[in-house]
């Protein structure tokens, strides 16, 4: 935590009205003698009229008991007083079934790493900007990625927001401050086809063979890839439909929907694709049409690595592959709509912010096509015809 010896600014940052939503509220902190310990027993009403209690045990000093009573009231109370770290509960809870597991588990680790051990002691409306500077100081210290840091900074930005929108936090102090990191990574990396012509002739394996072609020549998300089965496949009409991904979560194995409603989508396969594909179904059968292809480790990054050493080509990451892909497409000419579309995303947008670096001779184009207009009239008198403009 940020100056850990410190007490909190007095002054509080912008705090609403709350109403409380308790009611016949009883608290009491008793010995354990058993334990040598101490626990606190609250009793109280609900919102809806609903009878409960509660009991936390372990504390070593009566005053820590104490001290969670009112914790928990602030927070059962909706006070923007509650310390950052009671927010943060109220904040996961009602995200538990908004947004998919994997995003679910990033914010749990970048907040348990990277905020609360920082800021989680703080009540809500004593954050100042000053606290959130000095915050983003010690982040910037460590030097984490451009990207990595926009992320942080942006899970502190949302629960804020949540905090304001819910809580009677009068204002996000985050909306004082500048922000850290940038939204893209300086230069993506991508191979060529001629670099993945050389790193593909490394595997010997027909299951890695047949991951990496799929990866590479479908621009498909691993999680899209890794939930596919035999029944999505049409090799007649040269397609797969994608339409789940997976993800392993806390050792369990997860099927759901793939990351945005545009992800789910048709995407047609070039006819060395479908011959290799043909050959690895025949090496699998008898096959179970619904079963999972791909059942996969993350041996698999390693042997990605491996092999473009052993090919003379520079490291990506297994991500990257899609990168690839996309760049490939856009070299060839591809229309960006239809490049959206093949990679699944949501909106047009998406796909030009992430790509319009690799457009680097696009004014050139349009130079070109200017300078070849036969339209034109030529010569330096041009325009100057007396006319204002």
Known sequence: MLSATASPPSTSWGVAPCTPILKGVIMSVHKDLKRGTWFAKIKYTDWAGNKKETTKRGFAKKKDAQLFEQEFLR?????PSMTLESLYHLYMEDLRHRIRPTTYSTKESIFSNRILPHLGQYPCDKITPKIIRQWQNLLVADEYSPTYLKMINGQLVSLFNFAVKYYGLYVNPMKS??????????????????????????????????????????????????????ADFDLEKKIVRV???YIRLKG?????????????????????????????FESLKPLDPNARLFIVTRASIRRLHTGAKKAGVKLIRIHDLRHSHASYLIHIGVPIMEVSKRLGHDKIETTLRTYAHLYPKEHDVVLEAIENDPQIIRGSNQGHNGCSI
């Open 75 to 79: 927070q059962k109370t909706e006070s």
């Open 252 to 280: 369990k194995d997860l099927i759901g929907p793939p990351k945005t409603p545009g992800s789910n989508r048709v995407v047609s396969l070039p006819s060395f694709l479908v011959d290799n594909l043909m050959s690895f």
């Open 177 to 230: 401050v500048d922000t850290i990191g940038k939204s893209s990574a300086e230069a993506m990396q991508f191979w060529t086809v001629d670099e993945f012509n050389r790193f593909i002739l490394t595997q010997s394996s027909p299951l890695h063979k047949t991951i990496f072609m799929l990866l590479f020549w479908t621009g498909m998300r691993v999680g899209e890839l890794l939930a596919l089965t035999y």
């Open 243 to 245: 339409q789940k991904s």
